[in-house]
Protein backbone atom coordinates (compact mmCIF):
# COMPACT_ATOMS: atom_id res chain seq x y z
CA UNK A 1 0.00 0.00 0.00
CA UNK A 2 3.00 2.26 1.06
CA UNK A 3 4.93 1.88 -2.03
CA UNK A 4 1.49 1.89 -4.78
CA UNK A 5 1.01 5.99 -2.70
CA UNK A 6 5.24 6.53 -2.92
CA UNK A 7 4.39 6.37 -7.46
CA UNK A 8 2.18 9.18 -7.70
CA UNK A 9 4.17 11.17 -5.36
CA UNK A 10 7.14 11.07 -7.21
CA UNK A 11 5.34 10.99 -11.06
CA UNK A 12 4.56 14.24 -9.58
CA UNK A 13 7.90 15.69 -8.62
CA UNK A 14 8.68 14.14 -12.12
CA UNK A 15 6.10 16.49 -13.87
CA UNK A 16 6.84 19.66 -11.66
CA UNK A 17 10.48 19.16 -13.30
CA UNK A 18 9.52 18.81 -16.88
CA UNK A 19 9.42 22.41 -17.20
CA UNK A 20 12.12 23.63 -15.58
CA UNK A 21 14.19 21.35 -17.53
CA UNK A 22 12.42 22.89 -20.98
CA UNK A 23 13.57 26.18 -19.75
CA UNK A 24 16.74 25.95 -19.28
CA UNK A 25 17.00 23.91 -22.46
CA UNK A 26 15.66 27.18 -24.42
CA UNK A 27 18.03 29.49 -21.96
CA UNK A 28 20.99 27.10 -23.48
CA UNK A 29 19.82 27.55 -26.93
CA UNK A 30 19.00 31.31 -26.65
CA UNK A 31 22.25 31.57 -25.19
CA UNK A 32 24.07 29.65 -28.18
CA UNK A 33 22.57 31.65 -30.79
CA UNK A 34 23.28 35.37 -29.24
CA UNK A 35 26.99 34.22 -29.02
CA UNK A 36 27.10 33.02 -32.45
CA UNK A 37 25.38 35.92 -33.40
CA UNK A 38 28.43 37.97 -31.19
CA UNK A 39 31.13 35.90 -32.78
CA UNK A 40 29.84 36.67 -36.26
CA UNK A 41 29.58 40.25 -35.63
CA UNK A 42 33.00 39.83 -34.28
CA UNK A 43 34.72 38.33 -36.89
CA UNK A 44 32.66 41.12 -39.18
CA UNK A 45 34.21 44.09 -37.13
CA UNK A 46 37.77 42.09 -37.28
CA UNK A 47 37.79 42.27 -41.31
CA UNK A 48 37.15 46.15 -41.00
CA UNK A 49 38.97 47.40 -37.94
CA UNK A 50 40.84 49.94 -39.84
CA UNK A 51 38.26 51.79 -41.21
CA UNK A 52 36.24 51.80 -38.06
CA UNK A 53 39.16 52.73 -35.74
CA UNK A 54 39.66 55.66 -38.58
CA UNK A 55 36.41 56.75 -37.92
CA UNK A 56 36.57 56.76 -33.89
CA UNK A 57 39.42 58.91 -34.50
CA UNK A 58 37.98 61.37 -36.57
CA UNK A 59 36.91 63.92 -33.11
CA UNK A 60 40.42 63.74 -32.66
CA UNK A 61 41.69 64.49 -35.90
CA UNK A 62 39.75 67.28 -36.30
CA UNK A 63 40.22 69.03 -33.18
CA UNK A 64 43.87 68.87 -34.34
CA UNK A 65 43.27 70.10 -37.84
CA UNK A 66 41.35 73.39 -36.12
CA UNK A 67 44.49 73.81 -34.09
CA UNK A 68 46.57 73.76 -37.31
CA UNK A 69 48.00 70.07 -36.71
CA UNK A 70 48.06 68.17 -39.76
CA UNK A 71 49.51 64.96 -38.61
CA UNK A 72 47.01 62.72 -36.33
CA UNK A 73 49.41 60.16 -36.02
CA UNK A 74 48.76 57.75 -33.12
CA UNK A 75 51.97 55.62 -31.62
CA UNK A 76 51.94 52.29 -30.77
CA UNK A 77 53.85 52.02 -27.49
CA UNK A 78 54.23 48.15 -27.28
CA UNK A 79 54.70 45.47 -30.27
CA UNK A 80 51.72 43.66 -29.76
CA UNK A 81 49.30 46.86 -28.98
CA UNK A 82 48.01 47.06 -32.50
CA UNK A 83 46.99 43.15 -32.43
CA UNK A 84 45.41 44.13 -29.47
CA UNK A 85 43.37 47.85 -30.86
CA UNK A 86 41.99 45.22 -33.68
CA UNK A 87 40.62 42.51 -30.81
CA UNK A 88 39.37 45.36 -28.75
CA UNK A 89 37.40 47.41 -32.04
CA UNK A 90 36.28 43.43 -32.55
CA UNK A 91 34.61 42.97 -29.51
CA UNK A 92 32.98 46.48 -29.42
CA UNK A 93 31.48 46.31 -32.76
CA UNK A 94 30.45 42.76 -32.84
CA UNK A 95 28.15 43.32 -29.25
CA UNK A 96 26.74 46.61 -31.08
CA UNK A 97 26.49 44.78 -34.19
CA UNK A 98 25.01 41.67 -32.42
CA UNK A 99 22.76 43.61 -29.51
CA UNK A 100 19.61 43.50 -31.58
CA UNK A 101 19.76 40.04 -32.36
CA UNK A 102 20.79 39.41 -28.55
CA UNK A 103 17.36 41.74 -27.74
CA UNK A 104 15.37 39.46 -30.17
CA UNK A 105 16.75 36.02 -28.73
CA UNK A 106 15.72 37.57 -24.89
CA UNK A 107 12.07 39.01 -25.82
CA UNK A 108 11.71 35.40 -27.12
CA UNK A 109 12.79 33.82 -24.02
CA UNK A 110 10.61 35.85 -21.44
CA UNK A 111 7.61 36.68 -23.49
CA UNK A 112 5.35 33.15 -23.38
CA UNK A 113 5.74 33.73 -19.70
CA UNK A 114 4.11 37.15 -20.02
CA UNK A 115 0.27 38.21 -20.15
CA UNK A 116 -0.50 40.17 -23.17
CA UNK A 117 -1.31 43.08 -21.29
CA UNK A 118 2.40 42.20 -19.89
CA UNK A 119 3.78 41.82 -23.18
CA UNK A 120 2.46 45.69 -24.42
CA UNK A 121 3.86 47.44 -21.60
CA UNK A 122 7.15 45.90 -21.67
CA UNK A 123 7.71 45.53 -26.09
CA UNK A 124 8.19 49.46 -26.47
CA UNK A 125 10.78 49.68 -23.60
CA UNK A 126 12.81 46.99 -24.94
CA UNK A 127 12.07 48.92 -28.66
CA UNK A 128 13.34 52.34 -26.50
CA UNK A 129 16.44 51.15 -24.98
CA UNK A 130 18.88 50.63 -28.00
CA UNK A 131 17.46 53.55 -29.78
CA UNK A 132 18.41 56.07 -26.23
CA UNK A 133 22.18 54.42 -26.49
CA UNK A 134 22.39 55.28 -29.44
CA UNK A 135 21.43 58.51 -28.92
CA UNK A 136 23.42 58.78 -26.21
CA UNK A 137 26.31 57.40 -27.86
CA UNK A 138 25.83 59.84 -30.76
CA UNK A 139 26.23 62.67 -28.74
CA UNK A 140 29.08 61.66 -26.59
CA UNK A 141 30.87 61.29 -30.05
CA UNK A 142 29.80 64.49 -31.92
CA UNK A 143 29.26 66.51 -28.91
CA UNK A 144 31.48 65.77 -26.12
CA UNK A 145 34.40 63.65 -27.51
CA UNK A 146 35.36 66.84 -29.69
CA UNK A 147 34.87 69.70 -26.92
CA UNK A 148 36.91 67.15 -24.53
CA UNK A 149 39.78 66.72 -26.90
CA UNK A 150 40.16 70.15 -27.85
CA UNK A 151 40.93 71.09 -23.78
CA UNK A 152 43.32 68.30 -23.35
CA UNK A 153 44.90 69.26 -26.82
CA UNK A 154 45.07 72.93 -25.37
CA UNK A 155 47.74 72.02 -22.79
CA UNK A 156 50.52 71.23 -25.63
CA UNK A 157 52.96 73.89 -25.56
CA UNK A 158 55.21 75.03 -29.33
CA UNK A 159 59.13 75.15 -28.44
CA UNK A 160 60.57 78.53 -28.13
CA UNK A 161 63.97 79.84 -30.01
CA UNK A 162 67.16 78.69 -30.30
CA UNK A 163 68.53 81.88 -28.94
CA UNK A 164 72.00 82.62 -28.10
CA UNK A 165 74.07 81.11 -25.93
CA UNK A 166 73.02 81.32 -22.53
CA UNK A 167 69.29 82.63 -23.36
CA UNK A 168 66.67 79.81 -21.91
CA UNK A 169 64.61 77.57 -24.39
CA UNK A 170 61.03 76.80 -23.70
CA UNK A 171 60.38 72.94 -24.16
CA UNK A 172 57.92 71.53 -26.61
CA UNK A 173 54.75 69.54 -24.90
CA UNK A 174 53.50 68.36 -27.95
CA UNK A 175 50.56 65.27 -27.76
CA UNK A 176 52.02 61.77 -28.97
CA UNK A 177 49.18 59.52 -27.76
CA UNK A 178 49.00 55.52 -27.92
CA UNK A 179 46.71 54.01 -30.15
CA UNK A 180 45.06 52.10 -27.13
CA UNK A 181 44.95 54.54 -24.47
CA UNK A 182 42.81 56.92 -27.20
CA UNK A 183 40.64 53.70 -28.01
CA UNK A 184 40.26 52.85 -24.50
CA UNK A 185 38.98 56.65 -23.95
CA UNK A 186 37.00 57.07 -26.59
CA UNK A 187 34.47 53.75 -26.00
CA UNK A 188 34.56 54.78 -22.15
CA UNK A 189 32.95 58.28 -23.32
CA UNK A 190 30.06 56.16 -26.11
CA UNK A 191 29.89 53.62 -22.96
CA UNK A 192 29.26 55.81 -19.79
CA UNK A 193 26.98 58.38 -22.26
CA UNK A 194 24.63 55.54 -23.97
CA UNK A 195 24.10 54.16 -20.49
CA UNK A 196 23.19 57.05 -18.89
CA UNK A 197 20.35 58.01 -21.84
CA UNK A 198 19.18 54.76 -20.61
CA UNK A 199 17.87 56.79 -17.27
CA UNK A 200 13.88 57.47 -18.38
CA UNK A 201 13.81 54.01 -19.59
CA UNK A 202 14.81 52.33 -16.84
CA UNK A 203 12.94 54.51 -14.90
CA UNK A 204 9.67 54.88 -16.76
CA UNK A 205 9.47 50.99 -16.97
CA UNK A 206 9.97 51.19 -12.52
CA UNK A 207 7.34 54.04 -12.95
CA UNK A 208 4.96 51.52 -14.55
CA UNK A 209 5.59 48.07 -12.90
CA UNK A 210 4.85 50.59 -9.90
CA UNK A 211 8.52 50.60 -8.00
CA UNK A 212 8.76 54.42 -8.27
CA UNK A 213 6.18 56.98 -8.19
CA UNK A 214 7.34 60.96 -9.72
CA UNK A 215 6.33 62.36 -5.86
CA UNK A 216 8.72 60.03 -4.87
CA UNK A 217 11.38 60.98 -7.87
CA UNK A 218 10.85 64.60 -6.99
CA UNK A 219 10.86 64.06 -2.95
CA UNK A 220 14.91 62.66 -3.65
CA UNK A 221 15.81 65.45 -5.99
CA UNK A 222 18.49 66.94 -4.17
CA UNK A 223 19.84 63.40 -3.57
CA UNK A 224 20.00 62.95 -7.18
CA UNK A 225 21.83 65.83 -7.82
CA UNK A 226 24.89 65.01 -5.85
CA UNK A 227 24.45 61.06 -7.42
CA UNK A 228 24.78 62.17 -10.68
CA UNK A 229 27.59 64.30 -9.76
CA UNK A 230 29.48 61.50 -8.29
CA UNK A 231 28.53 59.87 -11.45
CA UNK A 232 29.79 62.59 -13.92
CA UNK A 233 32.94 62.54 -11.71
CA UNK A 234 33.59 58.54 -12.40
CA UNK A 235 32.53 57.88 -15.34
CA UNK A 236 34.48 61.27 -17.52
CA UNK A 237 37.98 62.67 -17.58
CA UNK A 238 39.21 64.50 -14.99
CA UNK A 239 38.15 68.32 -16.77
CA UNK A 240 35.09 70.20 -15.83
CA UNK A 241 34.01 70.53 -18.98
CA UNK A 242 32.46 67.14 -19.59
CA UNK A 243 31.73 67.09 -16.16
CA UNK A 244 29.33 69.66 -16.41
CA UNK A 245 27.95 68.16 -19.68
CA UNK A 246 27.27 64.91 -18.41
CA UNK A 247 25.76 66.42 -15.14
CA UNK A 248 23.43 68.58 -17.19
CA UNK A 249 22.20 66.01 -19.62
CA UNK A 250 21.50 63.56 -16.80
CA UNK A 251 20.14 65.67 -14.58
CA UNK A 252 17.66 66.94 -17.54
CA UNK A 253 16.99 63.23 -18.48
CA UNK A 254 16.28 62.78 -14.85
CA UNK A 255 13.63 65.58 -15.02
CA UNK A 256 12.20 64.07 -18.21
CA UNK A 257 12.08 60.87 -16.35
CA UNK A 258 9.52 62.58 -13.50
CA UNK A 259 7.46 63.88 -16.30
CA UNK A 260 7.29 60.22 -18.09
CA UNK A 261 6.31 58.66 -15.09
CA UNK A 262 3.63 61.38 -14.09
CA UNK A 263 1.92 60.54 -17.53
CA UNK A 264 2.27 56.56 -17.29
CA UNK A 265 0.53 57.40 -13.80
CA UNK A 266 -2.25 59.47 -15.21
CA UNK A 267 -2.73 56.93 -17.53
CA UNK A 268 -2.91 54.35 -14.96
CA UNK A 269 -5.78 56.22 -13.08
CA UNK A 270 -7.50 57.03 -15.81
CA UNK A 271 -7.68 53.17 -16.23
CA UNK A 272 -8.59 52.35 -12.77
CA UNK A 273 -11.46 54.96 -12.91
CA UNK A 274 -12.68 54.04 -15.83
CA UNK A 275 -13.39 50.29 -14.57
CA UNK A 276 -14.29 51.67 -11.03
CA UNK A 277 -11.42 50.66 -8.80
CA UNK A 278 -10.61 54.45 -8.12
CA UNK A 279 -12.47 57.35 -6.35
CA UNK A 280 -12.35 60.81 -8.07
CA UNK A 281 -11.10 62.27 -4.28
CA UNK A 282 -8.08 59.58 -4.73
CA UNK A 283 -7.01 60.43 -8.15
CA UNK A 284 -7.25 64.50 -7.10
CA UNK A 285 -5.32 63.99 -4.03
CA UNK A 286 -2.59 62.18 -5.57
CA UNK A 287 -2.59 64.33 -8.35
CA UNK A 288 -2.47 67.12 -5.77
CA UNK A 289 0.57 65.30 -4.45
CA UNK A 290 2.34 64.88 -7.66
CA UNK A 291 2.50 68.69 -8.35
Known amino acids: MSSTDDIPENEDIEESAAPLIEHLAELRNRLIHS ?3 FIIGMVICFTVWNPIFNFLTDPLCSAMAE ?3 TDCG ?6 QEGFFVAISISLFGGLVL ?3 YIGYQLWRFVAPGLYR ?3 NAFLPFLAASPLMFLLGAAFAFYVVMPLAFDFFL ?3 QPGGPSGSEGEAVAATVDFQGSVQEYLRLSIKFIVAFGLCFQLPVLLTLMGKAGLVSSEGLGNVRKYAVVAILCLAAIVTPPDVITQIILFVVVYGLYEVSIWLVRRVEKKRNERLRAEGLLDDEEDEDESDANE
Open 98 to 100: SFP
Open 74 to 79: LILIKL
Open 117 to 119: TEK
Open 35 to 37: AIA
Open 154 to 156: GFQ
Open 67 to 69: RGQ
